[in-house]
């Protein structure tokens, strides 16, 4: 099974700045990545795929990058909508497997 | 509109059973794989089981082995999970979850999970 480790567990950020999280896996898993948001009481949803692609509807401040192993998720300009959870998780290999989640606070 | 509705949680006591069950709209339910996923409280995303198409490939994390069974009906647009031998470890809420994001552009599907329920909470105490 594949162990993906996001870092950092929390990241306190300014409105107006930049997030980066990251998110690793314990072998490659090519460009086979999602990243997930989350709000409190809400279901997840899907940010990106493939990596680096944003999903439908998904506005273009987020951006992502990585393969293989190492992948980051950057929110650029951070609203108040993206305080949240977000978890990558990796389909390339069965059982697909979440990251534990970075947690993105107001600062 | 695509939606996926879970329903059948609640709370039971430990050795018990439930069955989830999650109605899908807006989509053609037996082409997709779908997915089992759960959230204990204030922890992270766990995959809990998967069911492709038509019902013939099963899949299910180590934890609920031999509890746990999935399966669909493709006639009526619904998912399941039946669970028993309940423990306070299965406390989490339940999320059915579509696996299959279509890209236009590429005219490919990834197997992220694109559309999610908005969760039905099982609570396992005495």
């Known amino acids: 099974e594949i162990v993906m480790t996001q870092s950092p567990a929390t990241l306190s950020v300014s409105p107006g700045e930049s997030a980066t999280l990251s998110c690793r896996a314990s072998q490659s898993v090519s460009s086979n990545l999602a990243w997930y948001q989350q709000k409190p009481g809400q279901a997840p949803r899907l940010l990106m795929y493939?990596?680096?692609s944003r999903a439908t509807g998904i506005p273009a401040r987020f951006s992502a990058s990585g393969s293989g192993t190492e992948f980051t998720l950057t929110i650029s300009g951070l609203q108040s909508a993206d305080f949240a959870i977000y978890y990558c998780q990796q389909y390339n290999s069965w059982p697909y497997t979440f990251g534990q989640g970075t947690k993105v606070e107001i600062k | 509109e695509v939606q996926l509705v879970e329903s059948g949680g609640g709370l039971v006591q430990p050795g018990g059973s439930l069955r989830l069950s999650c109605v899908v709209s807006?989509?053609?339910?037996?082409?997709?794989?779908m997915h089992w996923v759960r959230q204990a409280p204030g922890k992270g995303l766990v995959w809990v089981s998967r069911m492709n198409s038509d019902g013939r490939t099963t899949n299910y994390a180590d934890s609920v082995k031999g509890r746990f069974t999935i399966s669909r009906d493709n006639a009526k647009n619904t998912l399941y999970l039946q669970m028993s031998s309940l423990t306070a470890e299965d406390t989490a809420v339940y999320y059915c979850?579509?696996?299959?994001?279509?890209?236009?552009?590429?005219?490919?599907?990834?197997?992220?999970?694109?559309?999610w329920g908005q969760g039905t909470m099982v609570t396992v105490s005495s």
């Open positions: 493939t990596a680096s």
């Open positions: 979850a579509r696996e299959g994001y279509y890209d236009s552009w590429s005219d490919l599907y990834y197997d992220a999970y694109d559309i």
């Open positions: 807006g989509f053609t339910f037996s082409k997709y794989w």
